[in-house]
Protein backbone atom coordinates (compact mmCIF):
# COMPACT_ATOMS: atom_id res chain seq x y z
CA UNK A 1 0.00 0.00 0.00
CA UNK A 2 3.08 2.58 1.01
CA UNK A 3 4.29 1.57 -2.83
CA UNK A 4 1.20 1.78 -4.48
CA UNK A 5 0.14 5.51 -3.69
CA UNK A 6 3.69 7.20 -4.72
CA UNK A 7 3.12 5.34 -7.78
CA UNK A 8 -0.39 6.42 -8.68
CA UNK A 9 1.06 10.46 -7.70
CA UNK A 10 3.22 9.49 -10.50
CA UNK A 11 1.33 8.38 -12.66
CA UNK A 12 -1.18 11.69 -12.28
CA UNK A 13 1.77 13.81 -12.41
CA UNK A 14 2.89 12.11 -15.41
CA UNK A 15 -0.56 12.75 -16.78
CA UNK A 16 -0.44 16.02 -16.18
CA UNK A 17 2.69 16.82 -17.92
CA UNK A 18 1.35 14.88 -20.88
CA UNK A 19 -1.56 17.00 -20.98
CA UNK A 20 0.04 20.45 -20.68
CA UNK A 21 2.76 19.52 -23.39
CA UNK A 22 -0.23 18.35 -25.47
CA UNK A 23 -1.73 21.65 -24.72
CA UNK A 24 1.63 23.44 -25.31
CA UNK A 25 1.72 21.86 -29.09
CA UNK A 26 -1.90 23.28 -29.79
CA UNK A 27 -1.35 26.88 -28.77
CA UNK A 28 1.85 26.88 -30.43
CA UNK A 29 0.15 25.93 -33.72
CA UNK A 30 -2.11 28.37 -33.01
CA UNK A 31 0.90 30.96 -32.70
CA UNK A 32 2.23 30.28 -36.16
CA UNK A 33 -1.40 30.11 -38.09
CA UNK A 34 -2.30 33.78 -36.38
CA UNK A 35 0.72 35.10 -37.71
CA UNK A 36 0.88 33.66 -41.13
CA UNK A 37 -2.73 35.80 -41.43
CA UNK A 38 -0.54 38.72 -39.85
CA UNK A 39 1.86 38.58 -42.65
CA UNK A 40 -1.28 37.76 -44.93
CA UNK A 41 -2.21 41.08 -44.25
CA UNK A 42 0.50 42.71 -44.41
CA UNK A 43 1.51 41.44 -47.72
CA UNK A 44 -1.93 43.14 -48.63
CA UNK A 45 -1.25 46.75 -47.52
CA UNK A 46 2.14 46.21 -49.49
CA UNK A 47 -0.05 45.59 -52.64
CA UNK A 48 -1.98 48.80 -51.83
CA UNK A 49 1.04 50.59 -51.40
CA UNK A 50 2.48 49.33 -54.75
CA UNK A 51 -0.75 50.19 -56.41
CA UNK A 52 -0.71 53.63 -55.07
CA UNK A 53 3.02 53.96 -56.32
CA UNK A 54 4.47 54.06 -52.61
CA UNK A 55 7.78 51.79 -52.99
CA UNK A 56 9.32 52.62 -49.38
CA UNK A 57 6.01 52.25 -47.55
CA UNK A 58 5.27 48.97 -49.65
CA UNK A 59 8.96 47.47 -48.94
CA UNK A 60 8.75 47.78 -45.10
CA UNK A 61 5.50 46.02 -44.78
CA UNK A 62 6.75 42.96 -46.93
CA UNK A 63 9.86 43.03 -44.41
CA UNK A 64 7.17 43.55 -41.35
CA UNK A 65 5.51 40.22 -43.48
CA UNK A 66 8.67 37.96 -44.02
CA UNK A 67 9.41 38.75 -40.02
CA UNK A 68 5.89 37.40 -39.19
CA UNK A 69 6.67 34.27 -41.52
CA UNK A 70 9.67 33.86 -39.81
CA UNK A 71 8.42 33.91 -36.51
CA UNK A 72 5.33 31.31 -37.25
CA UNK A 73 8.04 29.20 -38.75
CA UNK A 74 9.83 29.07 -35.40
CA UNK A 75 5.97 28.60 -33.91
CA UNK A 76 4.66 25.97 -36.39
CA UNK A 77 5.68 22.19 -36.52
CA UNK A 78 7.31 21.06 -39.37
CA UNK A 79 4.58 19.97 -41.60
CA UNK A 80 4.09 23.80 -41.87
CA UNK A 81 7.82 24.19 -42.47
CA UNK A 82 8.23 23.92 -46.30
CA UNK A 83 4.79 25.96 -46.90
CA UNK A 84 6.26 28.83 -45.09
CA UNK A 85 10.01 28.47 -46.72
CA UNK A 86 7.71 28.86 -49.71
CA UNK A 87 5.84 31.67 -48.66
CA UNK A 88 9.05 33.36 -47.75
CA UNK A 89 10.68 32.95 -51.14
CA UNK A 90 7.46 34.60 -52.81
CA UNK A 91 7.81 37.50 -50.57
CA UNK A 92 11.16 37.97 -51.18
CA UNK A 93 10.78 38.02 -54.65
CA UNK A 94 8.23 40.15 -54.45
CA UNK A 95 10.17 42.38 -52.33
CA UNK A 96 13.12 42.84 -54.78
CA UNK A 97 10.75 43.40 -57.50
CA UNK A 98 8.94 46.19 -55.66
CA UNK A 99 13.04 47.59 -54.82
CA UNK A 100 13.37 47.44 -58.74
CA UNK A 101 10.12 49.60 -59.16
CA UNK A 102 11.04 52.01 -56.55
CA UNK A 103 14.37 52.52 -58.06
CA UNK A 104 12.67 53.52 -61.53
CA UNK A 105 9.70 55.22 -60.65
CA UNK A 106 9.20 55.90 -64.38
CA UNK A 107 6.92 52.87 -64.58
CA UNK A 108 4.45 53.24 -62.18
CA UNK A 109 1.69 50.64 -61.95
CA UNK A 110 -1.68 51.19 -63.60
CA UNK A 111 -4.85 52.02 -61.25
CA UNK A 112 -6.38 48.89 -60.69
CA UNK A 113 -10.19 49.69 -59.49
CA UNK A 114 -11.30 47.13 -56.58
CA UNK A 115 -8.55 44.49 -56.89
Same mark, same amino acid.
Given at each position: ????????????????????????????????????????????????????????? *??? $??? &?? =? /??????? !?? #??? *??? $??? &?? =? /??????? !?? #???????????????????
Amino acid at each position: MRRLIPALLVLVLLALVGYKAWQVSVLRKQVAALQVEVAALRADRAKEHVLKGDFDH *ARK $ELE &KS =L /QSLQQAG !RH #AGS *AFT $ETL &KA =L /QCTLRDT !RA #AVERLGQNPAKKPNKVEGG
